[in-house]
């Protein structure tokens, strides 16, 4: 079983199995549509907001994401579990070095 | 003579936001062993190959990064004097009590310009599974996963780097080994020692304070840091570069992620250093052969990552 998962304003769509994150899915499909940090909801620079859909989060450290803004939908597509269709909006930004 | 005053990095406390994972992947990847679970919560692990008690506590939390490192001194005396050495450079030291950790003397401890906080302390208990000593052999016990030899050093992320630096230097008598420079003179990046090793102790500038770039585990050699690899793509260990080497410091390594977004890094080699060498340096527009020698830029997550 998998999700479609859309990003707002982009026409890239990909699919997320179940039990996977939102971002390790998009890193295999090798789409780069949020930077890739830690994985492990510790770094912040994956942080999406969703605007629809169903899902669940694995740990995500306070200090990326505060109480106030789970409540509002923020969340680190690396602990982002879609039940079903999720529309997001990327948030997150890794400084270039180049 | 031999080392005195600051010998080594011997501890680090790592926050972790789930215990369980953090255990799986410390012990059974890494290759510590438990030591002891205590009320508070936090867990002490020992690598195979260090003499005392414990290196990394793990503490569980609701945000990952580092509470603390600590340096081992040779001696008590040492404390007293590291303590007017602190002060007079501006720092404010606090006691910290015997058995805080179990099995460790009394600390001082401070925090420095950059944010990070670091004790000082001089003793500990020793292992119960210490490195052999009576005709040894090279193990005590079976390496586990990677099996890495021992906790080796911090790379930290702060803003005043220049201020850390000079704590540790005039307080604590460590060296500068190695520095990344901007053109316009700024210190990009630190590599510090107190012993004979290319560094101790790094640091980066950085806006933030207090950040947390990586705890490194030695290994033995290169084919060990292959094997290591081959682990973290069998358990799909969150990876960030590598198997490479680092022109700083020539250490063969690799980067890699615990489960809460804190990284690691297991390498081994790297020079020999002595206080008469003289101090290396990198341009800025040579940044990325120094980070990483064999792909020769950085990638993006080595200066935007951190916990
Ligand atoms: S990649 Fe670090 S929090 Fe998601
Ligand atoms: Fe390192």
Redo the contacts with the bound molecule.
Sequence with gaps: MSHRIRFEGLDEVFECRNNESV?VAMERLGLAVVP???????????KVRVLDGWYHTGK??RA?VTEQEEREGYA????LYPDGPLVLQAIGKLVRVT | MALTGVLRPGFVQIRVLDMKEALTHYCDRLGLFEVSREKDGRVYLHAMDEFDRHSVILREADQPGMDRMGFKVRTEHDLDLFEKRLRDVGMEVEHVEAGEQPGVGRRISFVAPTGHRFDLYAEMEQSALPPMTHNPDVMQVDPKGMGVQRFDHCLLYGDDLDGTERVFVEALDFEVSETVTAPDGTRIASFLTCSNKAHDLAIVRHDEKGKFHHASFLLEDWSEVGRAADIITRYNISIDIGPTRHGITRGKTIYFFDPS?NRNEVFAGGYSYYPDNPRRNWDADEVGKAIFYYERVLNDRFMG?VT
């Design positions: 971002l890739v940090g830690c994985r492990g909801g510790g770094c912040g620079v994956c995500m450290s990326q680190l597509a690396c602990r | 977004g990552v």
